[in-house]
Every structure is written in C-alpha cells, then in structure tokens.
C-alpha cells in the first residue's frame, strides 16, 4: 500500500520568513493533494497535481510534483499567522485518498 | 446544506457504550468517505460509499465499527462496545464524481472521548 511521508513534522516559523515542506511517496504518485486543517476544523482542500514538474500556486503557496513522481514539496513565501495550522499530503489511494501524517506549521508575528 | 455536516460536534461516553456519528454530505455528491484522526496516527481511511453501497470498507478497524448510507445522502457511522483506543476525531467528506479533481469536501468532525 502506498505510504506517504512528510517533513519536518512540525516547524515554528518567523511572520515573513519563506518555508518548505515536503512530502516523499513510497510508490509513484498519480495525483497528490494538498490539504491545510485549522485546529478543529476540517481539513481544505489546496491543490491537486498530476503531472511530473507540475507546478501549482494558490495566493503565496506554491506546490510543486517532481519529475519522478515520487516527492512534492509545498513552499510558502513571506508567511503570515493565517498560514498557521496543519498542511496533510494526500495521494491517490485508488477510490480513496491515503494522507501523510501532517505537518504543523506555527508562525509567530 | 453549503457544506459536509456533522454530528454530534463532541461525544464523550463510557467504555462499553454504543455511539452513532452522522454525516450530512453535500447536495448531489455520490461520493462518501470515513476517515480517523487521532495524535500521532494521522488521517486513517475508513471506509468509502458510492451511493448507498461500499465498495471500500477496508480501513473499518474490528467489527464493532460499521456505517451505513441511506438514500445516497446521510451516513452514520456507528462504534459499539466503545474502548479507549476509539477516541478520536471522526471525519466525513465527500465529493462529486463530476469534479474530478480529487478534491474532497471535508466537515468539522466528531470528537469522541471514551472515558
């Protein structure tokens, strides 16, 4: 079964700093997904990438699919508090979607 | 609805007790899922509705855990004989086949504590 890793797990992060996560499959990715969860709530969809060397931005977030397939990053330029929560990679699972165990992302003002 | 509803927002109950969890899709969308979320255990699959029918229910942990969709709209997910290790937000999401995109449209959850 397809497993996904991301990291770092958690990062505390400067208001205006750039920063990266990063989200490794074991097995060749055929759609990633990226969700954002605020405490409490359900998690929000972001973006969806499918193609190698696809890259996708959404305000200042930016996700990029390797070449291979296999690894997606998501980049987030000059952060703000409203980035602040946990950042789930999905893949495509078949019917389902299979998530990554989550990064949480403070960022202090 | 606007949006994926779910009830109830929190539960606490006592070990050995039966809880039913429900699920208000959005309008129109075929697509149904269950997921768990507990501290270091990320987002677990649970099971999967197309309709009123399952196709997915791999991820249901023992057989106390079943679910059930009527009318290709609410689900409820039902836990009985609770344990400890069942507590956990519970997550419902849908989506519509006609997207396509694989965005999932998720609710708040149900937190359920087991004392």
């Known amino acids: 079964s397809q497993e996904l890793e991301q990291s770092p797990q958690s990062l505390i992060v400067q208001e205006g700093k750039n920063l990266t996560i990063n989200c490794t499959s074991s097995?060749?990715?055929?759609?990633l997904y990226w969700y954002k969860q605020k405490y409490g709530e359900g998690l929000i969809f972001l973006m969806m990438l499918q193609k190698g060397g696809e890259e996708k931005s959404h305000e200042k977030i930016t996700a990029k699919l390797d070449e291979k397939k296999q690894q997606s990053s998501l980049h987030i330029t000059a952060s703000q508090p409203s980035h602040a929560g946990i950042y789930l990679c999905g893949a495509d699972g078949g019917n389902k979607l299979v998530f990554g165990a989550g990064t949480i992302l403070r960022v202090k003002s | 609805g606007a949006g994926v509803s779910q009830s109830p927002s929190n539960k606490v109950t006592e070990k050995g007790k039966d809880v039913e969890l429900r699920c208000d899709p959005i309008?129109?969308?075929?697509?149904l899922y269950w997921y768990r979320q507990s501290l270091g255990q990320g987002l677990e699959f649970l099971i999967y509705?197309?309709?009123?029918?399952?196709?997915?229910k791999s991820g249901l942990p023992s057989d106390r855990f079943s679910a059930e969709r009527t009318g290709g709209s609410v689900s409820t997910l039902t836990i009985q004989r609770t344990q400890q290790e069942d507590s956990a937000v519970y997550l419902c999401a849908s989506s519509s086949q006609l997207l396509n995109t694989g965005e999932l449209f998720f609710g708040e959850g149900s937190r359920l504590t087991v004392l």
């Open positions: 097995k060749t990715l055929y759609g």
């Open positions: 509705f197309q309709g009123n029918s399952a196709p997915d």
């Open positions: 309008s129109g969308h075929t697509a």
